[in-house]
């Protein structure tokens, strides 16, 4: 009896785990290279790109600009080419990794 229930908790975590998978840095780093080329290596801008700084930045701020972005509802024309075939789960790892930086 005590053994059903300890593996009906440790399936149930392990479930939990899975299905709402948490932000993944290494997916967010691995994501990033194509971004170096306008933001830097370490996500400090390049002026001659016009690009902003990110590094260090809030996450859901990242998340949500990069949203907004793929959206529409904030213009990024240059940008939109690499963000456009991400996901919403894209878009957090990356920003778990930015922030980071
Ligand atoms: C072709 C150059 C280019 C590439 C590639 C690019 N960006 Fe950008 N990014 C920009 C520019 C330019 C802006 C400023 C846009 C504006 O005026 O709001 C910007 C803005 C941002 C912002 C908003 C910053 C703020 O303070 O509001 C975030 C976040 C961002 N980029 C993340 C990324 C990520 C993540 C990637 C890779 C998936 C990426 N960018 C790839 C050029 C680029």
Known sequence: MRIDIALWVSLSLVSAFSSVRA???AKGEKLYQ????????KGMGLVEKNAPRIAGQFDWYIASSLAAFKS???KNPDMLPYIKGLSQQDFADLAAYISKL
């Not at 194509?34 to 290596?41: K, V």
């Open 72 to 74: 529409g509802e904030r």
């Open 23 to 25: 932000q993944d840095m």
């Open 34 to 41: 194509t971004c170096i080329q306008c933001h830097g290596d």
